[in-house]
């Protein structure tokens, strides 16, 4: 979040009247006349006020009060009325009142979105001129002129505008000026060329480098810390942390000498459990240690005879895979070093204790397992028990394996889920950075497609791309019809509608400017344009569709073909890996070849069902995260290499996944360039 209000200087004292009539007599017919109100100072009336003042002062204030009432109109969110008294102004202004007059026009073009003409305006102020208020407006400006994206202009904005402010808006810009920095890769950071004057800058620089060179290690962090701020005493941030490494500061390892585990072990739900069960216990136990972890390969084919049946449906609110999870709202990734995954970890002397969240209330389950002694709950599964635990201002520490539909952030709390959200946001990314610009989704019609829709179009338009074309299906038999009949899929769709309940813009010195609005894709024309498709279906889904756009399209179109791990499955022999070639999908690092001996043996242990396989992969990496509850849920850039993902956490403690990606190529399964 961009620094909110500035420092407020108390108004200056009036000029002795005698003093202001000479300098009044003096200025008399030398152009515009300068008043006793103060412009550079900080505003403490409301529009009303100002406009009052306007209409009832002489020519000499009248326009400084009128420069007050627009600034006070913007900051109330009355751009309109600010426009108008804008146009009012006279045309010969004193040069105090031309700087001011500036920074106004600055934050009204803002405010129209027109970022290139605040720009142009900002470079023209004379920054020596102004006051230090006015100063803390200007490079707040500046900042929002970086409309988020991290840079060396936007770091030098926030250290410019570091000592103007105080208090809370003091600390919010330390902590806007960390989440610059930790945006920016280790490539980006260490390419960014700066004066050797440039002290602060340095500093800021040699953190970013102590933290990701010591994240992944509570203890070290602290320690490489305070070694930084012995070295940097007059950065302020070694005076006032960044709240997250603050946070860190103060890490202590949560105790999981005794793990409640909680799952459904009667009903639908119950296959689901025993899944995640198994890989929790796998890893608690050291089970998992024969299986070493050699660089990504090829994932070995099961037999066709060997296909899995479809997974079972479960209960509405179940965790069941990444086609039929939790919402999870994605967030920003951040880079950092990363830990081996759970395979590598020896048996532990944890107790563990299980409880049935079928056969009781869940408020009942958590009590008994307090009472019990638990120091740390992995669980509930099933979503309306996830919610009644977030209600329920527990103690414990808690590791959910579901998300609510409104996510709760609770200091004690994490949620992991796996999630087609999760899965339709990496694909963003991973197309995003394939070059690809105008994507289609085809998706199923249903609730579930809605919510894959949702998901990758909120993505795609953060990071800078137009609204996402949308298609729909149907059952199989319609697809079946529809290659029946010759008639294929096009390459075209409608715009997905993504419309924010509320924009969430940037506050600069009390005045709020909206955020810039991301352009509507226009209805695309049948075939026009779309140079990507990402594919949700299932696997005998996935065998209609693929030659249905090669009907329309030619086999050699231009348009990359992406799809989700709901498509991939066991089963799938060589013909059906020579007729999906080229086309590129996602699933969990366990079952994208990471490590064959463990997907081998767990492929064997669910009968080829691949569903159970990715939930035995969630109950080892639970394992993990329980095992690092603190740092996830206190170090920023946190990561683990785990089984279902590279994992992260966001602001919220929602476990985020970044996937594996494959292709098909030739008959083989080989890693995705």
Known sequence: MLPSKVVRHKAGRFVPVLLAGLILAACSGQGPQTSNVNIQGPITGGSDYYLQQVQQSSDDSRTD????????????????????????????????????????????????????????LLSQVKVDDLSKEQQARYYGLQIAAAQG?????????????????????????????????????????????????????????????????NAQDGEMLKSALKDWQTRYPQNPAAKTLPTPLSQAQNFTKASTSTIALLLPLNGQAQVFASAIEKGFNDAKNGALNGA????????????????????PTGEANTVVSPTAAAITPADTQQPAASQPAASAAPASSAQIKVYDTSSQPIQQVMQQAQQDGATLVVG????????????????????????????????????????????????????????????????????????????????????????????RFGSTAELKQGINSGAGITLSGTPVNTQPAEPQGVTIAGLTIPSPQQESA??????????????????????????????????RSAASLYASSRSYQAGAGPDFRLEMEGLQFSDIPLLSGRNPALM????????????????????????????????VRQTPGFTIDGNTGKLSANQDCVINRTLSWSQYRQGEIVPAS
């Not at 810009?173 to 960014?192: F, G, K, R, V």
């Not at 344009?529 to 693929?546: A, F, M, N, P, W």
Request: glycine letters at 4%; a negative charge; proline letters at 8%.
């Open 65 to 120: 009060w009128q420069l007050l009432a627009i600034r006070a109109l913007m900051k109330e969110g009355k751009y309109p009325q600010a426009g108008q008294q804008l146009n009012q102004l006279p045309s010969r202004l004193s040069d105090t009142q031309q700087q001011e007059l500036l920074l106004l026009k600055s934050q009204f073009l803002f405010s129209q979105q027109n970022v290139p003409g605040a720009t142009q």
């Open 149 to 213: 994206k991290p840079s060396l202009a936007l770091l030098r904005a926030y250290i410019a505008q570091e000592p103007l402010l105080s208090g809370e808006d003091h600390q919010k810009n330390i902590d806007a000026t960390w989440q610059a920095l930790t945006q920016m890769t280790p490539q980006e950071a260490s390419n960014l060329v700066i004066n050797a004057s440039e002290n602060t800058l340095q500093g800021w620089l040699d953190l970013l480098n102590v933290w990701r060179a």
């Open 292 to 311: 070493p972890q050699p660089a990504a390969q090829p994932a070995p084919q099961p037999a066709a005879a060997d296909a899995a049946q479809p997974a």
């Open 380 to 471: 509930p599964l099933l979503k309306n028990n996830v919610e009644a635990v977030a209600n329920s201002q527990t103690p414990l520490n808690v590791l959910a394996l579901n998300a609510p539909e409104q996510i709760q952030n609770h200091p004690n709390i994490c949620y992991f889920a796996l999630s087609p959200e999760d899965e339709a946001r990496d694909a963003a990314h991973h197309m995003w950075d394939q070059g690809k610009r105008q994507p289609l989704l085809l998706v199923p019609r249903s609730s579930f497609g809605d919510r894959v829709v949702s998901a990758f179009a909120q993505e795609w338009q953060k990071l800078g791309g137009t609204a996402p074309l949308q298609q």
């Open 522 to 555: 226009p209805p695309a024309a049948s075939g026009g344009g779309v140079d990507s498709v990402y594919i949700v279906s299932t696997q005998d889904e996935l065998q209609l569709i693929k030659p249905m756009i090669a009907m329309r399209t030619g086999s």
């Open 600 to 631: 081998q043996r767990a492929a064997q242990s669910f009968n080829n069902d691949y569903s159970l396989v990715r939930l035995y992969a969630m109950g080892i990496d639970a394992w993990t995260l329980a095992n690092s509850f603190n740092q």
